[in-house]
């Protein structure tokens, strides 16, 4: 791996724009794309062995899956709004269709699937809303697919980090298997910034600094957290929002704060 920090591209025939799979992060679970489409523009897929979980980072959609048609969904046309989204739940071995009933940014989360699930709707008013940290370390959350809610891998969220805070700070690690106090989770960062032109800073790092990665992220890049603590810092004048997209042998978020950094929450 040469660098966690994956940027997006000019949209291909289907609106991509940017994608992470298995494979081209070399860990097992988490895959992630996002999607640009026109309005009329159509996505056609099939989830094959992986659950889905689509989210609707902005604009409105008609999905359909099987027998299941969702129409003209969608309330939320610019991710600073900071309305929770709409997102549609897909089992593995599921065709599906997407239609841009208007512009529309479509993020697609993938991990393993096991069959356990129906296509649902997950409606803005079924997104968990919470506020963590204090002063300059306070987020935002929207959660869209926590582990309460039913699916076999995915863990999908929203985070809103206000400019100049902290975010998954202090700095927190899962990747070891030792429930019921830390869980495996592979994760994925998608970076956006408003105003557009600013950034922001993401580090991923071990115990052992084998890992020991600090990126400048710019709106529309993607992180990949494969191991390690990865915090967030929001630059001054620029609101930050990530989506992140968690999987791993177990479907359970436990994490441990870095000792060092520990004694922030412990005032």
């Known amino acids: 791996m040469t660098s966690l920090l994956v940027r997006p591209h000019e949209p291909d025939a289907q609106g991509k724009v940017l994608e992470v799979t298995p494979a081209s992060a070399g860990w097992d679970h988490v895959?992630?794309?996002?999607?640009?489409?026109a309005k009329g523009q159509h996505l056609e897929g099939n989830t094959e062995g992986r659950e889905h979980c689509l989210v609707l980072l902005s604009g409105r959609a008609s999905v359909t899956s099987g027998e299941h048609r969702w129409e003209d969904i969608g309330e939320r046309m610019?991710?600073?709004?900071?309305?929770?989204?709409?997102?549609?739940?897909?089992?593995?071995?599921?065709?599906?269709?997407?239609?841009?009933?208007?512009?529309?940014e479509l993020a697609v989360c993938s991990?393993?699937?096991?069959?356990?699930?129906?296509?649902?709707?997950?409606?803005?008013?079924?997104?968990?809303?919470?506020?963590r940290g204090s002063g300059t370390n306070t987020r935002h959350i929207q959660d869209i697919l926590p582990?309460?809610?039913?699916?076999?891998?995915?863990?999908?969220?929203?985070?809103?980090?206000?400019?100049?805070?902290?975010?998954?700070?202090?700095?927190?690690?899962?990747?070891?298997?030792?429930?019921?106090?830390?869980?495996?989770?592979?994760?994925?960062?998608?970076?956006?910034?408003?105003?557009?032109?600013g950034f922001a800073f993401q580090r991923v790092y071990t115990d052992d600094?084998?890992?020991?990665?600090?990126?400048?992220?710019?709106?529309?890049?993607?992180?990949m957290v494969p191991r390690g603590y990865h915090p967030v810092g929001a630059a001054h004048g620029y609101d930050l929002y990530y989506l992140n997209v968690m999987a791993g042998p177990?479907?359970?978020?436990?994490?441990?704060?870095?000792p060092a950094h520990e004694w922030i929450v412990k005032q």
């Open 31 to 37: 895959g992630f794309r996002v999607h640009t489409l």
């Open 111 to 131: 991990a393993p699937g096991h069959g356990n699930h129906a296509p649902r709707l997950i409606t803005p008013d079924q997104v968990k809303c919470s506020t």
């Open 147 to 197: 582990e309460t809610e039913p699916a076999d891998s995915l863990l999908v969220v929203e985070v809103y980090t206000p400019a100049g805070n902290w975010s998954s700070y202090p700095p927190h690690k899962h990747d070891v298997d030792n429930l019921p106090e830390e869980s495996i989770l592979e994760e994925t960062y998608y970076h956006r910034v408003n105003p557009s032109q």
């Open 250 to 258: 177990k479907r359970a978020w436990k994490f441990q704060n870095d």
């Open 78 to 104: 610019d991710i600073f709004e900071k309305a929770p989204p709409y997102s549609v739940y897909l089992p593995d071995g599921a065709s599906y269709s997407v239609e841009a009933t208007t512009d529309l």
């Open 209 to 223: 600094r084998s890992l020991d990665e600090t990126m400048a992220v710019e709106n529309g890049c993607c992180v």
